[in-house]
């Protein structure tokens, strides 16, 4: 039996843990999207929260080249995506491109931080689209120089993830066995003693 969109998102919320936000637990990444457009009010207020991210000396290099469907800069983005995730992407209403200006601007040297701020940024842009109930979904998959190349996109800009943006949808939709079992597996992740050291592969005993 095929799950709805709320019994996927379920099955995917994180257990919840007391002082911990609950918005941390509740974001995942969905593949199915309906057919609902995004209007620019909710793009503001998540681009709001990428906005205030924190980043070395204060650069804040992340440059978004955004495309909402049916533009010519959602294509160029759909483009540049590999073709398994082309597959269900197209029904994403709004697909991204994060950048990172990698020369500080102060002194014209490498900024060796400018993808780990892009990084920060988007993790406040997800976080904050789970909060207005939106699903975001984050790709290595596509092809860098491509989209570089299609959305003229400079040189000294390094290229972060593409990211799909809108409202989750019903797993069925997918039409692809695979791709709608991954939509409604449980989510798992490794225990703080796994990654939190107080020395070098030593557990810092948090839990």
Known sequence: MTLSAREAHE???APPVSGVLPVFHERWSPRSYADKQVSRETLGKVFEAARWAA???NEQPWRFVVGLK???TWQKIFDSLVEGNQKWAKHAPVLIVGAAHGIHAKNGRANGFALYDLGGAVAHLTLQA???GLATHQMAGYDREKARGLLGI????????????GYQDEPEKLGDEGLIERETVARERKHLNEFV???WGESLGLG
């Open 70 to 72: 049916g533009s010519d």
């Open 154 to 165: 400079p040189e000294e800009y390094l290229l972060g993830a593409a990211i799909a943006l």
């Open 55 to 57: 980043s070395a000396n």
């Open 11 to 13: 099955k995917k919320v």
């Open 197 to 199: 050291f107080g020395g």
């Open 130 to 132: 789970a909060a207005l």
